[in-house]
């Protein structure tokens, strides 16, 4: 039986309103299939047991970095959900660790959580003030002076749009700029004369978030993907200056090539998206550290492909950021988990009439590139019934042990701060 730790103390402290910054954040707006819980489960339990087994503890030593889990949108059905019931079973026996629960996303869906608060004090949470937590928890004192939302999803298909906004504006009470990238259908948040007729209008919305930031004196910045916004009918014309215009664009949204959204995550600030986690590193200051000639010092960025290489575009603009992000210094590694491990099999061919590019082409040319490393998670090639003797040459297979050794541990001669993933 794995004991509790320090789970009495972290929780008298958020009782307190005492926020502990650097924390390990994963948060999701999105269904937790049984797939997906169980990998993060089996992360999170090598995390505390392997990585750092004096959290077991009663009275470690050492600081151990805690984790918390921030559930937004229909990860919130995973609480009632009987198929997660196991899971969440050995997630309740690890120590720091928290779950909170976006209240008014509880509500919304008739899911009671005072059950499960009294069952388990220690761990979930449910809170009116989702937003103002998660950035207390995530944002780093006096360092951040921006947060970031990668926005890949179009509006009201989607439920990352809402919280995006809602963090934005617990930011600019916090005086930090917020800051929204808008990649693939993500752009179409930012379309100048939105029209909905049964919810939040996100075009109105980001507009007052840009007013109200810049009332404040902060500097918000709403970055399109140019790619993205000209297959989507944005680009009317280019000036002098290189800069391009749409005229279909809310007035806060710069349309830029894809290399200037990708310069913010060189920086680092606390970056999310609909699903993603943000891990602080901790080094000790006792060890040197040998730093490599390419950009040391930005975050490196963990990539998980969850879908199937052709039935939307997510695998594809994910292979597309993450070869953009190696090509300008920042470590990345792709890890095809889920669905997305159907990119390594079989021989695709596609001929010249079809509407999309080869996915298996792409990571054949990069494989060898700088900063780029391509993994795949066995687990999920077992669960199919494939065989890992036909993956494509490439990439690598791991199994959970190295998939944590991924997230917890920093590349050789990196030197960030912290580390991002981000779940495509």
């Not at 996100?202 to 297959?231: I, N, T, Y």
């Not at 960025?301 to 070869?323: D, K, Q």
């Not at 795949?376 to 791991?398: D, H």
């Amino acid at each position: 039986m794995l004991e509790y730790g320090r789970s009495v103390t972290m929780r008298n402290n958020h009782a307190r309103g005492m926020s502990m910054k650097n924390e390990n954040i994963f948060y999701t707006t999105e269904n937790l299939t049984v797939e997906r819980f169980s990998w993060i489960t089996e992360l999170l339990k090598l995390y505390f047991t392997r990585h750092y087994p004096e959290s077991l503890h009663h009275n470690p030593k050492t600081p151990i970095t805690p984790f918390s889990l921030f559930l937004s949108g229909d990860a919130c059905y995973s609480l009632i959900d009987r198929r997660c019931a196991h899971n969440w079973e050995i997630l309740f026996k690890l120590p720091n660790i928290r779950f909170f629960f976006d209240t008014h996303e509880l509500m919304m869906r008739g899911i009671s959580i005072e059950p499960f608060e009294r069952r388990n004090p220690d761990h979930i949470i449910s809170r009116e003030a989702f937003a103002d937590i998660l950035l207390n928890a995530a944002l780093q004192e006096s360092k951040d002076s921006a947060f970031g939302f990668f926005q890949v999803q179009s509006p009201y298909m989607h439920a990352s749009p809402f919280t995006m906004v809602r963090l934005f504006q617990a930011a600019i009470g916090k005086n930090i700029s917020p800051e929204m990238y808008g990649y693939m259908d993500g752009v179409y948040t930012m379309h100048d004369g939105q029209r909905p007729t049964m919810c939040e209008n996100f075009g109105d919305s980001l507009v007052q978030v840009s007013a109200d930031a810049v009332g404040k004196g902060l500097s918000p910045l709403f970055l399109m993907c140019s790619q993205s916004a000209a297959s989507r009918g944005y680009s009317r014309y280019t000036t002098g200056k290189g800069k391009i215009i749409s005229s279909c664009t809310i007035p806060p949204a710069k349309i830029r090539d894809l290399s200037h959204i990708i310069s913010r995550f060189s920086k680092n600030h606390l970056i999310l998206s609909h699903s993603a986690l943000s891990i602080p590193v901790n080094r000790n200051p006792g060890i040197p550290e040998i730093r490599s000639p390419a950009n040391p010092d930005a975050p490196p960025l963990i990539i998980l492909i969850t879908r199937s290489p052709y039935g939307n575009e997510m695998a594809f603009g994910a292979l597309t950021f993450a070869v953009a992000c190696a090509h300008q210094g920042i470590h990345t590694r792709v890890v095809f988990i889920e669905d997305g491990i159907y990119a390594l099999f079989g021989n695709h061919t596609l001929s010249e009439s079809d509407p999309v590019l080869n996915v298996q082409s792409v990571i054949k040319v990069t494989s060898c590139s700088h900063n780029l490393e391509y993994y795949t998670y066995l687990p999920s090639i077992n669960e199919r019934g494939l065989s890992p003797g036909a993956l494509m040459q490439g990439v690598q297979p791991i199994d959970a042990l190295m998939l944590s050794q991924i997230f917890f541990q920093l590349p050789g001669g990196v030197s960030a701060d912290r580390q991002r993933a981000i779940l495509f």
